[in-house]
């Protein structure tokens, strides 16, 4: 091929063109002996391509070919054969890079050194000190050391002086002399110098010859000197408007300088020789285990009939599955029905059957193993996949069955549920979760809000510099970090929308390019006993549980939520449709189960950080053996960080949370509406639905008003406390003892405050009774119907005074104490009560 493509380049491919083959290899063959041509084989295929393809073609043809052909021998493909080739160039570029840095620093050097041997040099100016005259006169033209003087205040008297003239050295100032250390101008320069010569310089003499340095003295004549005061001028004008810019540069390098620092030096990854490494297992005891587990197996199934055959073990930490492949005619429900059997057979502390395994024509029996396997964390956070992660909150879970490492991301949870039985390892997957986050992220990435009611799980963490706040131990605080963890939602929504970008991954991006935009860290919100919480406030609780549930996502706030009490009263049905990510971990019962997971099998888990991971998006739960962090390996890496960094509080989170909490202990301890009191915004309107109706229920109200049973019930309550409803009478309604002119009268005097009178029957009768020693019966109120009222203004009298009173008096009607209608009970009647003659009056209403 070379010599082909040679024969086609040179000058004999066209000289032998039309020659006959004979004459051609005669001809190619000289050439070839006085190498001037490609020889007769090379020239005759050369001379053959350019007949059939012509001489350009030819020449593409065979370079091509030489390609290919390379790539077949070397057995590379283009891609490699490029990386072969460019990594020559790339090493030729990065030396030419390193040389070219070299040699400008090289050249810094120097020039620094020739700056400061000017400035050495400036300093030094020979100028006479001496007080002797000088007899002999300079010559025109003599060099002078001092720069031009400034006309001197003089005598008028010493005109020879005046008329004297100084000529200068033409030598041309160096521009470094007026910018190197101080901020002196060039019109600064001049006049010092000048001063100084004037100083030193005596009358009717001239100083004193010095001997001429060219290039190494600052002399300037006087065209120099104008040129430097119009150079000046317009300098002046630029001085501020560089200072400027040079101001700006400064305050940017020294942000960049603090980013940098903060993120190398504030904060230190704590190192992975503070935990404790994992343990090598027996592998000769695991071996036996297996085999005679699925020996005993396979003969406990075929005892009762079931022919199965084992094609696969999976080893985990504290459980194996025993993969089995049933026989043709063989149901599933008769191997999952067997489980107990199988446990009492093999001796197990409990057996799981998945039926069938997903992705497998298999069904798995889960046994726990005799020998357990602590997972250590350490193991989960020197591996490759923990530390291969991009995301700043992937945290580490355990180990499955098959022995793989289980890493989750809370970003794509968005929000996780953990409940369990007390004990069972809870509280241990907080904390390697913490320790996770730890390890992988600096404060800058991810920020921490922790909730503890029982101040002595999470305590330990006080002090980490990830903390926005101090570990929040009040239950009613809990409830104010909720309440602000939504209006910092609200307010990261906001600054997305500004910027255009969906999510806090595009936010970060914008932020990563801009100077003005500041990095959004993402907030992970811990909550590890969500019970607490819920007995304290549970409607505002769940309101903000599920907004931020719903909405956060995006905002970058996730949160974890944990509890030994998987009810339905904690574990809500609105909190479960809002965090869809589960783990559960060993419970007592089958319900507990189907309220944390939706299905069974929680209840069959031996404990110890044996759970069932169930995250968004996956079908069916995965059992996994949770890492183990001890309490001493966390207060070493707590004290590891507080040793190198501290702590940095927001204070207005704090001020905020404490404003939320004392704003919602004014609702109540049970959150609901100011439960038994009059400002229920339903009030109202139950008194409008019962005075219409005429009657009073708890039905009616829950038909009429859309509440349920519970806030219906109150509602009567109220009602009846205030008088406007009577007692329960059995299956029967209650009656109503306020007519409809009197809710009006009610409602006017609501909507014009100045008719509105308040008045305390109680103390009215209290005021009445020590009047009159005689103790008093107070009235209740009494239905309009039953008021026999004449056309006349009379009031209906009551026989109901003891024999033995002196003398009658009035009362107004009685209303409990502390209690105010607004004035609806001035319209009532006032009922005159006598004193009793012992005669039966039958116009009294009782």
């Not at 006085?34 to 007949?51: E, K, P, S």
């Not at 409830?479 to 963890?485: D, I, M, R, S, V």
Request: negative net charge; contains cysteine.
């Amino acid at each position: 091929m070379i010599s082909t493509f040679i024969h086609l380049v040179s000058p004999v491919s066209s000289e032998v063109e039309g020659f006959s083959v004979a004459k051609t290899m005669q001809t190619l063959y000289y050439e070839g002996q006085h190498a001037n041509g490609a020889g007769a084989v090379g020239g005759m295929i050369g001379a053959l391509f350019a007949a059939i393809f012509g001489r350009v073609l030819s020449m593409i043809l065979l370079v091509l070919g030489t390609f290919v052909f390379v790539m077949i021998v070397s057995g590379s493909d283009l891609i490699r054969l490029f990386k072969g080739v460019a990594k020559p160039v790339k090493k030729a570029s990065v030396r030419a890079a390193e040389s070219m840095e070299r040699a400008a620093e090289q050249y810094r050097i120097s020039m620094e050194e020739r700056r400061e041997e000017r400035r050495r040099r400036a300093a030094f100016v020979d100028v006479p000190i001496d007080d002797e005259d000088y007899e002999e006169e300079e010559p025109a033209g003599e060099a002078l050391p001092e720069p031009p003087a400034k006309r001197s205040r003089r005598k008028k008297s010493a005109p020879a002086e005046a008329e004297q003239t100084v000529i200068y050295s033409e030598t041309e100032p160096e521009e470094d002399t007026y910018s190197d250390d101080e901020d002196i101008t060039p019109l600064e320069e001049i006049r010092l110098a000048t001063e100084k010569s004037a100083k030193k310089t005596k009358p009717k003499a001239a100083p004193a010859p010095v001997k001429e340095e060219p290039k190494e003295e600052n002399q300037i004549d006087e065209d120099e000197f104008e040129r430097l005061l119009m150079r000046f001028s317009g300098a002046q004008d630029n001085k501020k408007q560089r200072q400027e810019e040079l101001a700006k540069e400064v305050i940017a390098f020294a942000q960049e300088i603090k980013q940098q620092e903060k993120k190398t030096d504030n904060y230190v990854f704590p190192e992975t020789s503070l935990l404790i490494p994992a343990e090598n297992d027996n592998e000769g005891d695991i071996r036996d285990e297996l085999r005679r587990n699925g020996e005993q197996l396979v003969e406990t199934l075929r005892e009762y009939g079931v022919e199965a055959s084992v094609v696969g073990i999976s080893r985990g930490p504290a459980v194996t599955r025993y993969e089995l492949k049933p026989a043709p005619g063989v149901k599933i429900n008769k191997i999952t029905n067997l489980n107990k059997d199988i446990a009492l057979r093999l001796a197990a502390k409990g057996v799981r059957i998945e039926a069938p395994i997903p992705g497998k024509a298999a069904v798995g029996v889960e046994i726990p193993n005799q020998n357990l396997s602590i997972v250590r964390i350490r193991s989960l956070i020197e591996s490759e996949q923990f530390r291969d992660a991009k995301s700043p909150i992937t945290v580490a879970v355990g180990k499955d069955i098959d022995g793989s490492i289980v890493l989750t991301d809370l970003a794509k949870m968005p929000h996780l549920l953990i409940a369990g039985a007390t004990g069972m390892g809870k509280s241990v997957c907080i904390n390697s979760m913490l320790m996770s986050l730890i390890y992988k992220s600096s404060p800058e990435d991810v920020r921490l809000i922790m909730v503890d009611p029982k101040s002595v799980e999470l305590d330990v963490y006080n002090g980490l510099p990830h903390l926005l706040v101090p570990v929040v131990c009040d239950p009613k605080k809990a409830a104010g970090a909720l309440q602000w963890a939504v209006t910092e939602m609200e307010k990261r929504y906001a600054l997305l929308r500004e910027q255009g970008v969906r999510n806090i991954d595009g936010y970060n991006k914008i932020a990563e390019r801009s100077d003005e935009i500041q990095k959004m860290p993402r907030i992970v919100i811990i909550i590890d006993e969500m019970a607490d919480l819920m007995m304290t406030a549970p409607k505002e609780v769940e309101n903000t549980i599920s907004r931020l549930a719903a909405m956060a996502r995006a905002a970058g706030m996730h949160m974890v939520l944990a509890t030994q009490r998987p009810s339905v009263d904690i574990i809500t049905g609105t909190i479960k449709a809002n965090v869809p990510s589960r783990i559960a971990f060993a419970v007592s019962s089958g319900v507990d189960s189907k309220i944390i997971l939706d299905e069974g099998g929680a209840e069959e888990l031996i404990g110890k950080g044996d759970m069932l991971l169930h995250p968004v998006g996956m079908p069916k739960p995965k059992r996994v053996q949770g890492c183990f962090v001890d309490d001493s390996e966390v207060e070493k890496v707590v004290s590891f960080i507080k040793s190198h960094c501290s702590a940095d509080y927001d204070e207005s989170i704090a001020r905020e949370i404490e404003r939320n909490a004392s704003g919602g202990e004014e609702h109540g301890k049970s959150g609901d509406d100011d439960e038994y009191s009059n400002n229920d915004e339903f009030f109202i309107k139950a008194i409008d639905v019962v005075t219409e109706a005429g009657q009073a229920s708890v039905s009616l109200l829950q038909r009429r008003l859309g509440v349920g049973y519970a806030r219906a019930g109150r509602l009567v309550d109220q009602l009846e406390a205030n008088g406007i409803v009577g007692p329960h009478e059995g299956s029967k309604p209650r009656r109503v003892l306020m007519s409809r002119a009197q809710y009006f009268e009610m409602t006017a005097m609501r909507e014009n405050p100045a008719m509105q009178t308040t008045i305390n029957l109680s103390d009215t009768a209290a005021q009445t009774a020590a009047a009159d020693t005689t103790p008093v019966q107070p009235e209740r109120y009494v239905p309009q119907e039953q008021y026999a009222a004449p056309d006349t203004d009379e009031l209906p009298v009551v026989d109901n005074q003891p024999e033995d009173e002196p003398e009658p008096y009035t009362v107004q009607p009685h209303q409990p104490q502390g209690t105010s209608l607004g004035g609806v009970l001035d319209a009532l009647p006032v009922i005159s009560i006598e004193e009793d003659n012992g005669e039966d009056d039958d116009d009294a209403p009782f």
